[in-house]
Nanobody, 117 residues
Framework: QVQLVESGGGLVQAGGSLRLSCAASGSIFSRNAMSWYRQAPGKQRELVATITSGGSTNYADSVKGRFTISRDNAKNTVYLQMNSLNAEDTAVYYC???????????WGQGTQVTVSS
């Protein structure tokens, strides 16, 4: 089992920045991928960014150039630095952990990000 605890959400004005954190604990395997997803009201959950234990990253087109995903493997923590936020970024952001090569995944409880225009 893996437990994920997110933090860092909140209310920010358009153009502002926020940094989300997700701390993982439990049965963490060295080869893994950690991701941020988001779900806005009335919309499906979508992938925002992924980073593997080796440091490879992938971003949704909508956040490229504005968001940066990073991780501290020693702390089993992943971060999402969000800059130039706009109203379309308003959503609940979820952390996801997946062991590479396996289907099973774990989710955090989510943290609300609200961008006021």
């Amino acid at each position: 089992q893996v437990q994920l605890v997110e933090s860092g959400g909140g209310l920010v004005q358009a153009g502002g920045s926020l940094r989300l954190s997700c701390a993982a604990s439990g049965s963490i395997f060295s080869r893994n991928a950690m991701s941020w997803y988001r779900q806005a009201p009335g919309k499906q959950r979508e992938l925002v960014a992924t980073i593997t234990s080796g440091g490879s990253t992938n971003y949704a087109d909508s956040v490229k150039g504005r968001f940066t995903i990073s991780r501290d493997n020693a702390k089993n923590t992943v971060y999402l630095q969000m800059n130039s936020l706009n109203a379309e970024d308003t959503a609940v952001y979820y952390c996801n952990y997946r062991r590479l090569g396996f289907v099973e995944a774990y989710w955090g409880q989510g943290t609300q990000v609200t961008v006021s225009s």
